[in-house]
């Protein structure tokens, strides 16, 4: 996974629910790998 520096730019830093970060950076449960998958 690849985020551009202008992208992280956008991000604020000190806000973890932060709509540009939800879209770059998938959380922990996105990470995981189901049965189902």
Not at 2 to 29: E, K
């Amino acid at each position: 996974m690849a985020i551009t520096p202008y992208y992280v730019t956008l991000i604020d830093p000190n806000y973890y629910n932060c709509p540009i970060r939800r879209q770059a950076i998938p959380t922990v449960f996105e990470t995981e790998i189901s049965q189902k998958d």
